[in-house]
């Protein structure tokens, strides 16, 4: 089988092919379609949703997020969503910070990413108004946030990140999970640092790392995530920042997609400003 | 989605001031939350809401926004957009009951609204009235503060 707690990024090929041979043979020529999608090309990790990866014998998950959960609004900013308060910025952060609140006193936004369709992206998508949606795979937890319809997929079957030459940034990052007890513990690393906000006014850079706690509460019906991230260009030390949030029952998440050119028809548009 | 054939002209072009009730962060929470999930508040003015009289112009009910772009007439009878923008489908269908065909091209409505702060057109909808009577509320309205309170 192939080894996926190798500390290497890349595997062996031997290894690789010699598993492939082996899953070949188990399933047999009847499923060749299956065994075509095997393929596998160097340094290809198989896929969260390979039958052979969710058929993989593993230790069952101490618990089962799947559900829709509901952002709590607590804490002590304006309408909780952000991830007050702040740590102590790095010189550069706080003068952008400064100049966003200074243009919004005035009616004014600054380089706003929400009203220009630009990407929320990890921590954010995980605190707006709209919904989240936890599904548990045996190999991965997808994350579905309604806001702008944003998907993440957390890894949970013992892959490593990529190498950093192979990671593509991004604004929701590569996350990988793993167990601790009833808590899920996701890494998140390869973020683009393009307009990526970790919190209104505060931007994130290459070398953010988001850790998130993840666990329910014992009636299973509060999900708690408790944040801690670092980013050495932007602040200093570890940012903390704990949200809750309450298992919906009733909700289902709708199609939200953002559109410059129908938001651009907006009163709020042309009061977002770039310089 | 929403009809956007052009429209008549509206009947008019009506604003006035009212004293508004939202004067705590503890109260613009109630007031402002909904649409400041999408986009920053900034721009529009929370403690002076205005009434636009005009006719339906376009109606998108959708997420993020939905928004509707009312014909109104300036003070000087010109025929303007009045672009408003309100709360995601989402929001509006589960928690207001709006519907698809909430507003239709055409309705002669009265939009009340936290207008823009630099006194261009559009705002944000706090609730639509209809001409028969019929009132579509976009976001709870915080009740009245006595005046010397605030939480």
Redesign the interface.
């Known amino acids: 089988m192939l080894n996926f707690s190798s500390s290497s990024t890349r595997y062996s090929t031997r290894a690789t092919a010699a598993a492939i041979f082996g899953l070949l043979t188990l399933f047999g020529s009847s499923h060749t379609q299956n065994a075509h999608a095997q393929n596998a090309k160097e340094g290809e990790t198989l896929g969260a949703l390979a039958k052979a990866n969710l058929a993989k014998p593993r230790a069952a998950a101490p618990v089962d997020f799947t559900g829709t959960y509901n952002f709590k609004v607590e804490g002590t900013d304006a309408n909780g969503h952000e991830f007050l308060p702040h740590p102590k910025l790095a010189p550069a952060a706080q003068a952008f910070l400064d100049k966003k609140t200074a243009y919004r006193a005035k009616g004014f936004e600054y380089l706003e990413n929400a009203g220009t369709c630009w990407p929320y992206g990890v921590p954010q998508i995980m605190t707006r108004y709209w919904p989240v949606q936890f599904i548990q795979l045996p190999t991965m937890v997808v994350v579905l946030s309604m806001v702008t319809s944003n998907v993440r997929r957390i890894y949970t079957d013992g892959r490593p990140h990529p190498a950093d030459e192979d990671l593509a940034l991004t604004y929701n990052g590569h996350s990988i999970g793993h167990w601790e007890g009833k808590t899920l513990v996701v890494d998140t690393v390869g973020f683009t640092d393009v307009r990526h906000y970790v919190s209104d006014g505060v931007p994130g850079g290459e070398q953010l790392h988001v850790v998130e706690r993840i666990s329910l509460g014992a009636d299973e019906n509060t999900l708690q995530i408790e944040f801690t991230m670092t980013d050495p260009a932007n602040w200093i030390g570890e940012w903390r920042n704990t949200k809750r949030y309450t298992r919906e029952e009733y909700t289902d998440i709708q199609e939200h997609v953002c559109i410059y050119e129908e938001e651009a028809k907006l009163p709020a548009f042309k009061n977002n400003l770039s310089k | 989605m929403g009809n956007r054939r052009h429209a008549g002209v509206g009947t008019g072009y009506a604003r006035r001031t009212r004293l508004f009730a939202c004067l705590s962060?503890a109260m613009?929470?109630n007031c402002?939350?909904?649409a400041?999930?999408?986009?920053?508040f900034?721009?529009?003015d929370l403690q002076k809401p205005v009434e636009v009289k005009g006719t339906v112009k376009e109606f998108?009910f959708?997420?993020?926004?939905s928004?509707i772009?009312l014909s109104v007439k300036d003070k000087a009878g010109k025929v303007m957009d009045y672009?408003?923008?309100t709360n995601?489908?989402?929001?509006l269908a589960?928690r207001q009951g709006w519907k698809r065909d909430s507003l239709k091209f055409g309705d002669v409505i009265v939009a009340r609204v936290h207008p823009?702060?630099?006194g261009?057109?559009?705002?944000?909808l706090i609730a639509a009235t209809l001409s028969d009577g019929r009132k579509l509320i976009a976001r709870v309205e915080a009740p009245p503060v006595p005046s010397g309170e605030k939480k």
């Open positions: 962060a613009l929470l402002g939350a909904a400041w999930a999408h986009h920053s900034a721009m529009f998108r959708g997420n993020p926004h928004w772009i672009p408003i923008e995601g489908s989402f929001y589960k823009m702060r630099d261009s057109p559009g705002g944000d």
